[in-house]
């Protein structure tokens, strides 16, 4: 899908209040660049200026921002680009002489969800310097973080020479050549997740013989340079935490059930709380409040103190897991909440149980 965004300060605002509810759900971390460690001196420094980035190879590529003189924006080595959605965005070559290819990688801030879909999305600019421009991009997803000291396309061949990894490649394929070089265009696709994207690489990752392309002289001396900016995966379902989980629902945990009149966690409980953890625990806007729970013996008074120490005792578990003190809260109810008869060691069991309820802040 394509679409064009024109320079000047109504539409620019426009574009802002269109895109904040996009923002607040986007999984990619410092997705316009806004945020860097070093405001940028030099050419090929962008992993060590831009804060949430990385090169998953050894091309160079480029990070400009107002603040700098020398890689500025709008004006800089490659050209002239208003950065529209703040002060800072990305430049690297999808197609070079001698198969040169740069990228740029992200981690997102949670896996996502195996079977949901997600829209991916991204805007480019085709660099004034420019002597090609390309037709396809690519958008490569993995489980790990991806590092091959390369100048060369990420091709399959080269991506499995990291062990152990998973991937899910996406080809985004259009009619028109991306030679806009006035203003920035769209770049959108929806996927359905396969459940391992942890993290998320931009590119070309074909050679230079099986890209499509065009050349707008006779010979070509630079390649095809973009300037890329907001960078995006949103969930069509927001509130879906994991494929079984859904924000401000009351939920129970897997196998995390106490002894009679116990508070302490089983090695069973605490597996599970691992896997919770995994899910949640890299979305610093997610919070969790733990309920526990008793069955009927005993007075309400013991229950209720029984129930809070089972409660507290899954936070602190997963306060020792990693996360912070500020995202976990906990309470406990008592025999006041069955989920089942007491009548029996089974149902009682039952009921001796914790509960969960993630939000979002």
Not at 10 to 33: D, E, G, R
Not at 148 to 161: D, H, N
Request: with cysteine; glycine share 6%; charged share 25%.
């Amino acid at each position: 899908m394509l679409s064009t965004i024109r320079k000047g300060f109504f539409l620019l605002v426009l574009n802002l209040f269109q895109y904040v509810p996009a923002m607040a759900q986007n999984l990619v971390k410092n997705p316009s660049f806004e945020e860097y460690i070093i405001c940028p001196k030099t050419m090929g420094n962008f992993e060590d200026d831009v804060k949430d980035w990385s090169a998953p190879t050894a091309g160079t590529t480029d990070y400009f921002n107002t603040c700098s003189t020398i890689m500025g924006a709008p004006k800089n080595f490659n050209g002239s680009q208003v950065a529209d959605f703040g002060q800072g965005y990305v430049g690297f070559y999808m197609h070079a002489p001698d198969d040169y290819r740069e990228y740029i990688q992200a981690q997102l801030k949670t896996t996502l969800i195996k079977g949901e879909k997600y829209t991916v999305s991204f805007y480019v600019s085709w660099a004034d310097e420019s002597d090609m421009a390309i037709r396809d991009f690519g958008v490569l997803f993995s489980e790990k973080q991806v590092y091959l000291p390369t100048k060369k396309p990420l091709s399959g061949r080269q991506r499995y020479k990291i062990r152990d990894n998973a991937y899910h490649m996406i080809d985004i394929e259009n009619v028109k050549f991306y030679d806009n070089k006035d203003t920035w265009v769209l770049v959108s696709i929806e996927i359905v997740a396969k459940g391992k994207e942890n993290f998320l690489i931009l590119g070309n990752f074909k050679s230079n013989a099986a890209t499509r392309r065009f050349k707008t002289g006779k010979k070509v001396k630079k390649g095809a340079y973009y300037y890329v900016d907001l960078v995006s995966v949103v969930p069509e379902n927001p509130n879906k935490v994991t494929a079984t989980i859904e924000l401000d629902k009351t939920n129970i945990f897997e196998k995390v059930l106490f002894d009679f009149d116990e508070y302490s966690l089983k090695e069973t409980a605490k597996i599970s709380l691992k896997r919770l953890f995994k899910e949640i625990g890299g979305d610093e806007a997610l919070y969790i409040t733990i309920h526990g729970h008793t069955d009927n013996q005993g007075s309400n008074k013991h229950n209720k103190r029984l129930s809070n120490n089972r409660a507290q005792a899954v936070g602190n578990y997963l306060i020792e897991l990693g996360l912070s003190k500020e995202r976990v809260n906990w309470k406990g109810h008592g025999g006041e909440q069955p989920v089942t008869e007491n009548d029996t060691e089974e149902g009682r069991q039952q009921n001796r149980r914790a509960e969960f309820v993630i939000m979002k802040k």
